[in-house]
């Protein structure tokens, strides 16, 4: 019978005030389960939006994903946890994922014993990789919740950039036994890719034709767009240039465009066959 409530209450976590799971959940998207607070203005503090009177400021977020868009706003996400294991047991460390490496400033704020709000960590790409309590390409924020216990944590969301927050909570090593799937698939990405890339170079070394050129230059940026934007390249490459790390995934998808365009028009001598699609290309 207890199971039976258990799993009532983790159906609709609206009516038990949490959303609530027990020792065996594995992962749980959050994107439905979250509570979202936009401050315009961007001077709201964590005394101000866990304040009573900013309560009723939150909304219930509908979409399994938030995706802001460009914003200059500062977004807040709420999250009432409640861990209710089916046997007795004592804390047990969560990790709640934020699967978007571009945002450029994040801040998780937890309570104490007092329930007063404090800093927890704050990261983001407009910092050192170092900030990052765990080193992974995604950000990964260690909770311990008290069994039967309602806990609240808040995110403070900020970016120049566009603000996504694919938030995931885990358990440990369901997240450990996920990772083999995920970087084997960026594996394969990448390889093709540098495959790709040294292909290429070879043809372009024989034949010396701009047409390769330009197409080599389009994968290595594309290439180098995709390790920005998946976290990888502030991981191994530039951990200790946040402004780079910043800049970087504009920067890249814009040079893919504008060699991707120069190949076309090399490749199809747009010029000489159609020139209202060259001056298209040169725009």
């Known amino acids: 019978m207890h199971y039976i409530l258990l799993c009532f209450f983790m159906l609709l976590p609206g009516l038990a005030g949490a959303l609530v799971f027990d020792e065996n959940t594995r992962s749980l998207p959050l994107g439905k389960d979250m509570l979202v607070f936009e401050d315009v203005r961007g001077d ?21 994903v938030l995706n802001a868009g460009y914003s200059r706003s500062v977004f807040w996400l709420r999250l009432d946890l409640e861990y209710r294991p089916q046997q007795a047991t004592g804390p047990r460390p969560w990790l709640l994922e934020l699967a978007y490496p571009p945002l450029d400033d994040l801040q998780l704020f937890v309570a104490d014993a007092q329930g007063r709000y404090h800093l927890r960590q704050h990261t983001g790409d407009a910092l050192p990789f170092d900030s990052r309590e765990i080193k992974q ?41 996920e990772q083999p799937a995920r970087i084997y698939a960026l594996g394969m990405i990448y390889g093709v890719l540098l495959v790709m890339l040294i ?11 701009t047409s390769y050129l330009y197409y080599i230059l389009y994968i290595a940026a594309f ?20 402004w780079w790390a910043n800049a970087a995934t504009p920067f890249m998808i814009g040079a893919a465009a504008l060699f991707g365009c120069q190949f076309a028009r090399s490749f199809l001598h747009t010029g000489a066959h159609s020139p209202w699609v060259d001056r298209a290309c040169c725009c």
């Open 44 to 64: 709201a503090s964590i005394e101000d939006v866990s304040s009573q009177a900013l309560q009723a400021s939150f909304r219930q977020h509908d979409k399994s």
């Open 137 to 177: 390409h995604n950000y990964l924020f260690e909770l311990h919740l008290t069994p039967g216990q309602k806990q609240s944590v808040y995110l403070r969301l900020e970016s120049q950039g566009s603000i996504q927050a694919p938030l995931t909570l885990w358990a440990p090593n369901a997240y450990i036994e």
């Open 199 to 209: 292909y290429n170079l070879f043809i372009y070394l024989s034949v010396r034709d």
């Open 223 to 242: 290439g180098c767009y995709q390790l920005s934007v998946n976290g990888a390249a502030i991981e191994y490459f530039w951990p200790n240039n946040p």
